[in-house]
Nanobody, 123 residues
Framework: QVQLVESGGGLVQAGGSLRLSCAHS????????VGWFRQAPGNEREFVAG????????FYADSVKGRFTISRDSAKKTAYLQMNSLAPEDTADYYC????????????????WGQGTQVTVSS
């Protein structure tokens, strides 16, 4: 059972930055894809960014491309989501998740989830 713990959320003004972290419990996440999702009140959970743990190949939702960067540090057993140029529409609960399928963008393709961290962007 992969356990994931997010941190780094908070309140930030529009145009600001935040870095989210996702720490995992396994010896390694080799073979997994780690994804970041977000869910705003009243909305469905949506894919934000993903990274293949082995090679570090990344992929993004169009809405965050060029503003958000996903990365991972295998030694620290942590994935990150650097969020720049934040806008009020980025306000949501952010979740990290792990999937055995590379390139997964669907919620149903991820087997393990963290508890989420809240990001609020004020205008």
């Amino acid at each position: 059972q992969v356990q994931l713990v997010e941190s780094g959320g908070g309140l930030v003004q529009a145009g600001g930055s935040l870095r989210l972290s996702c720490a995992h419990s396994e010896r390694t996440l080799s073979g997994y894809t780690v994804g970041w999702f977000r869910q705003a009140p009243g909305n469905e959970r949506e894919f934000v960014a993903g990274i293949g743990w082995n090679v570090g190949t990344t992929f993004y939702a169009d809405s965050v491309k060029g503003r958000f960067t996903i990365s991972r540090d295998s030694a620290k057993k942590t994935a990150y989501l650097q969020m720049n140029s934040l806008a009020p529409e980025d306000t949501a609960d952010y979740y990290c998740a792990a999937s055995r399928t590379f390139g997964s963008r669907g919620v149903e393709q991820y087997n393990y989830w963290g508890q989420g961290t809240q990001v609020t962007v004020s205008s």
